[in-house]
């Protein structure tokens, strides 16, 4: 199994460019997330899926948006990039939301400028 | 506000010294605590879930312990390989079970 799998591992943007990070799973998990972390900061939730069509906001959604055609993809899109877009994206899958482990991608460094 | 607060911001401990990471929270009803350990470049790896007051879990040289207001990450006679950012989240009892993650404890274990 490859796990959570995130492209791409790193992009720079320009204000106002689009993007879409990537992030596929092979577990078979039913609930995926992103986050954004900053740095000496906390993990961030943006939004979550409980599964394929169900998407939610999480903390800090505006300025993202998420789809979940199927159970295994869970992509996130910036439409217009802000420089307080510049962050670390991490996606997770799990089994369930409730008290499980998230396994967690390897990241995307993103930054606005 | 549920909140969740992690200490020391660092901690430098020699390789066999024994020591504690501690996560206070506040929050209205408690689902699970987690721990998870992040090396840089990477994401966080999930270590335990502890779900009441007064249980235990080990790996290891890891043992995190659980009471009403706050968790410890004891290390025991740590190796430098366990050098990484350690992660604290609580996940909330609520309509949407939201999960709050602390700041991270960044462990250096000298050798």
């Known amino acids: 199994n490859a796990g959570v799998t995130q492209t791409p591992k790193f992009r720079i943007l320009k204000i106002g460019q689009s993007m879409t990070l990537q992030c596929a799973q092979d577990?078979?998990?039913?609930?995926m997330y992103w986050y954004r972390q900053d740095p000496g900061m906390g993990l961030k939730l943006i939004y979550y899926s409980v599964g394929a069509g169900i998407t939610d906001k999480g903390e800090v959604p505006n300025g993202y948006n998420v789809s979940r055609s199927t159970t295994e993809d869970f992509p996130l899109r910036l439409e217009l990039a802000a420089p307080s877009q510049t962050s670390v994206y991490f996606c997770?899958?799990?089994?369930?939301?409730?008290?499980?482990?998230?396994?967690f991608g390897p990241g995307t460094r993103l930054t606005v400028l | 506000e549920d909140q969740v607060t992690q200490s020391p911001e660092a901690l430098r401990l020699q390789e066999g010294e024994s020591s504690s990471l501690n996560c206070s929270y506040t929050v209205s009803g408690l689902r699970g605590l987690f721990w998870y350990r992040q090396d840089p470049g990477k994401g966080p790896e999930f270590l335990f879930t502890?779900?009441?007051a007064g249980e235990e879990k080990e790996k290891e040289r890891l043992k995190a312990t659980l009471t009403k207001k706050e968790s410890f990450l004891h290390i025991t006679a740590p190796k430098p390989e366990d050098s990484a950012t350690y992660l604290c989240?609580?996940?909330?009892?609520?309509?949407?079970?939201?999960?709050?993650f602390g700041k991270g404890t960044r462990l250096h274990i000298l050798p």
């Open positions: 502890l779900y009441s």
């Open positions: 577990m078979n998990h039913n609930y």
């Open positions: 997770a899958s799990s089994y369930s939301r409730s008290s499980n482990e998230q396994f």
């Open positions: 989240a609580v996940q909330a009892v609520g309509r949407d079970d939201k999960i709050i």
